[in-house]
């Protein structure tokens, strides 16, 4: 499984931006972000049925979903916050069903930077 997580930058607070991350196929993806000096934090995950699941830090603030052909999962941000300043990284899991502990995710995107200037 090869991840390729993209759509990173620099946004003012209040702004949005949207996450892609393209896999070969089909599988359980998250996000998960981690900002300088803290863990690895769950964003949010959607399942093999696209039921989908969010952290509470995000919620109605954060959605995430899939393309038509279901390789490629979003995650799209929007009223940004300078705490939600970190590296995002995709997860894929060989499981069949979301979880948000990051032990369960086996590939990882190269991460990509979200920065929001206050």
């Known amino acids: 499984v090869q991840l390729q997580a993209s759509g990173g930058g620099l946004v003012q607070a209040g702004g949005s931006l949207r996450l892609s991350c393209a896999a070969s196929?089909?599988?359980?993806m998250a996000w998960f972000r981690q900002a300088p000096g803290k863990e690895r934090e769950f964003v949010a995950t959607i399942d093999w049925d696209d039921k989908t699941y969010v952290a509470d830090s995000v919620k109605g603030r954060v959605t995430i979903s899939r393309d038509n052909t279901g390789n490629t999962v979003y995650l799209q941000m929007s009223t940004l916050k300078s705490e939600d300043t970190a590296v995002y990284y995709c997860?894929?899991?060989?499981?069949?069903?979301?979880?948000?502990?990051?032990?369960?995710?086996?590939?990882w995107g190269q991460g990509t930077q979200v920065t929001v200037s206050s």
């Open positions: 196929r089909r599988y359980v």
């Open positions: 997860a894929a899991s060989r499981l069949t069903y979301s979880t948000t502990y990051v032990g369960d995710y086996n590939r």
